[in-house]
């Protein structure tokens, strides 16, 4: 049974599915920005999430983080999934991470649980580098 998040709505007014798993939380990302749905893609953070992005910049908040992605999204990028690494879990905290298809570098996320048991993005590294040496 695939359970949904309470009060948040996709804009065709249907509830967004939740992330039930750390993991699920990449899959549902690329679906809703690849549907175009910048509401849907801050619905998977918490309300003061900080993304690191734009580079070299943060975005802080729920909804600051809907604005960047409405900007994002309004040039229809194309995300491919990526296979995650390994997932660390320990007392309701999480790293996630990707290496990009492209070599260059890696995304990570830390991500809580909820009290209903369901995941959202604290704080998201969506693009770095390797350093050079």
Same mark, same amino acid.
């Given at each position: 049974?695939?359970?949904? !998040?309470?009060? *948040?709505?996709?804009?065709?007014?249907?509830?967004?599915?939740?992330?039930?798993? &750390?993991?699920?939380?990449?899959?549902?990302?690329?679906?809703? $920005?690849?549907?175009?749905?910048?509401?849907?893609?801050?619905?998977?953070?918490?309300?003061?999430?900080?993304?690191?992005?734009? &580079?070299?910049?943060?975005?802080?908040?729920?909804?600051?983080?809907?604005?960047? =992605?409405?900007?994002?999204?309004?040039?229809?990028?194309?995300?491919? &999934? !990526?296979?995650?690494?390994?997932?660390?879990? $320990?007392?309701?905290?999480?790293?996630?991470?990707?290496?990009?298809?492209?070599?260059?570098?890696?995304?990570?996320?830390?991500?809580?649980?909820?009290?209903?048991? $369901? =995941?959202?993005?604290?704080?998201?590294?969506? *693009?770095?580098?390797?350093?050079?040496?």
């Amino acid at each position: 049974m695939t359970e949904y !998040e309470n009060g *948040e709505k996709s804009e065709n007014g249907e509830k967004y599915e939740k992330a039930m798993r &750390p993991e699920d939380l990449t899959r549902l990302f690329v679906e809703r $920005s690849n549907a175009g749905d910048a509401a849907g893609v801050a619905a998977l953070y918490e309300e003061d999430a900080v993304v690191a992005y734009p &580079p070299g910049s943060r975005t802080v908040g729920r909804e600051a983080i809907r604005a960047l =992605w409405e900007k994002v999204l309004a040039n229809r990028p194309h995300f491919e &999934p !990526e296979t995650p690494l390994p997932t660390l879990i $320990s007392d309701g905290v999480a790293l996630t991470s990707t290496p990009p298809k492209d070599g260059s570098g890696a995304r990570a996320q830390v991500v809580r649980r909820q009290p209903d048991g $369901s =995941w959202l993005r604290l704080l998201d590294q969506p *693009e770095f580098a390797p350093p050079t040496r």
